[in-house]
């Protein structure tokens, strides 16, 4: 069974940063793509970015704050967040496409407030 746990969430001051990790344990198949997802109170999922072997793409609200990147380890991937604003704070899920099927963790929070 495929489980992704995520790390690294918490409280952070305004224009600070943090940095999320995500390893998905229980295949031997290198993940087609990650990604992460947020879903602040009230508000719908959406996608913060997801990365494939040959492209990364970002959620509007956070280009040119937040860096995507696979890990060394198979089935890895992080998040780095810079500039953080309280419009972030949010749950941020990690997610893996693995042989047509799509797996979430169980999230993190990230809160962004003074």
């Known amino acids: 069974q495929v489980q992704l746990v995520e790390s690294g969430g918490g409280l952070v001051q305004p224009g600070g940063s943090l940095r999320l990790s995500c390893a998905a344990s229980g295949s031997v198949f290198e993940a087609n793509a990650m990604g992460w997802y947020r879903q602040a109170p009230g508000k719908e999922r959406e996608l913060v970015a997801f990365?494939?072997?040959?492209?990364?793409n970002y959620g509007d609200p956070v280009k040119g704050r937040f860096t995507i990147a696979r890990g060394n380890a198979k089935n890895t991937v992080y998040l780095q967040m810079n500039s953080l604003k309280p419009e972030d704070t949010a749950v941020y899920y990690c997610?893996?496409?693995?042989?047509?099927?799509?797996?979430w963790g169980q999230g993190t929070q990230v809160t962004v407030s003074s």
């Open positions: 990365i494939t072997s040959g492209s990364t």
């Open positions: 997610n893996a496409l693995m042989r047509g099927f799509y797996y």
